[in-house]
């Protein structure tokens, strides 16, 4: 009998420490229940001194909005709306990722809680077989920068590894100008201590984003210069 009672206790203290272990794990998760669906804007900007060079560019913050154009996909990544972009070479586009949960809540913000949650995350953009700006000769490459410059919580990012992404910025540059480009936008959870070692010029670069996608956003780039197609 006091075999039996223990086996019961026992189990039942498995049964608490599973749930106390699933919970734990969820409270780490910036969304919980997954994202619905989700949205990335780019807005043009434009403005005296606003210009792209190495790696980043300069007057940003001075810079004008202009147009917007907006891609909406589900729950998949899958682009159901706006998926083929036509993007003059040589501008620059505010990239804004909106992101939705189950009960409509938006959740972008939840990857840039604060440090701790944003030394998690970063975005990326895999394919298209861009050409960099640090490639070229002549500044005609692509240049792909996040650029949050707070997080959620009010307090600054500083420097240029602490970005992540959920706000970013993008020249697609006159050398990849031409065919049309497949590119995924992606948010990844990083292993432990790999956002410090990734640079701006790595955002084609897989590998050096060692961890697990949490977002996959496909869509179609297609930069030909005053959008004649």
Known sequence: MKN?????????????????????????LPIKEGIQRSELILTEV??????AHGDHFHGLDGGVEGESQTIKFDENGVAISGGHLHLDPHAIYKVALKAWD????????????NKSTADNYKAFLVGGNFTLNTATDDESGAIFQPREKTYADGTEVSGATE??????????????????KEVTYVIRKLNAGEKAKITRNDWQTETKFAGENVLTLTFEVHAEEEHNH
């Open 4 to 28: 039996k009672s223990t086996l019961v206790m026992l189990a039942g203290l498995a049964v608490v420490l599973l749930f106390i272990t699933s919970c734990s794990k969820e409270d780490n």
């Open 102 to 113: 189950h009960t409509g809540k938006e959740v972008q913000d939840d990857f840039i809680a």
């Open 46 to 51: 434009t403005g005296e001194g606003v210009s």
């Open 163 to 180: 970005t992540t992404g959920v706000l970013s910025y993008l020249t697609v540059g006159h050398t990849n100008e031409g065919a049309t």
